[in-house]
């Protein structure tokens, strides 16, 4: 994806996609987690839940990254995962939504592809 | 602490305890596990979960060790920490229980001595 810079307009809108985003991801994952511990059938099952937070706390560490480097790579793949739609990215310059359109397009494009 | 052999009757008696104390301690990290999942109040609390249990099972993994050379200073541990008491290890020999329970009241004594 090509680098951009983000205005303070971009920046401000990205942000709070981005920040439901995170939101949203951690909602799912506390519900996943409350299962989890409503399942609990023996001791060991403590250390599943705590493999479990791992991973996810590892993942949420590597995806949500800010900076304007890998920006709009982190906004394509949040909307790729269903996390955010581009409508909530209106306030964005026209020039990013196209790029982010075209960066989800492309995606969509690979996936449907065949091998 | 001195150094024992362990009788197969002795291992099967203190692993009988040794047991019972992890499933024990197991099911009171449960129910802390369980509060601290309740008292969630925003996303970042998760990842608070996830260092409790992660420091609980660095804990738990390196203080039930059943290794013959270490398990004398294990089972009196576990009775210090309230996780079993002497009767339960009333099938090991006598030599054995004097062991721990000489060892049992040395840390009574050193905690109840002034500084």
């Known amino acids: 994806m090509e680098r951009l810079t983000w205005s ?9 996609a981005f920040d439901a985003a995170y939101e949203r991801e951690c909602a799912g994952i506390l519900a996943e987690l409350r299962k989890r511990v409503d399942a609990i059938r023996d001791s ?8 479990y937070l791992w991973r996810k706390r590892r993942e ?6 800010f900076r304007g480097s890998v920006l709009a790579d982190v906004l394509v793949r949040l909307m790729r995962e269903g996390w955010i739609t581009l409508d909530e990215l209106q306030g964005l ?5 196209d790029l982010l359109s075209r ?5 969509k494009n690979v996936s449907g592809s065949p091998d």
Chains 1, 2 share one sequence.
């Open 93 to 97: 310059s026209e020039e990013k939504r």
């Open 60 to 65: 949420i560490g590597d995806k949500y990254d």
């Open 44 to 51: 060991d099952d403590i250390w599943g839940i705590n493999d």
């Open 103 to 107: 960066g989800l397009g492309f995606f």
């Open 8 to 16: 303070k307009a971009d920046k401000k809108c990205a942000r709070v």
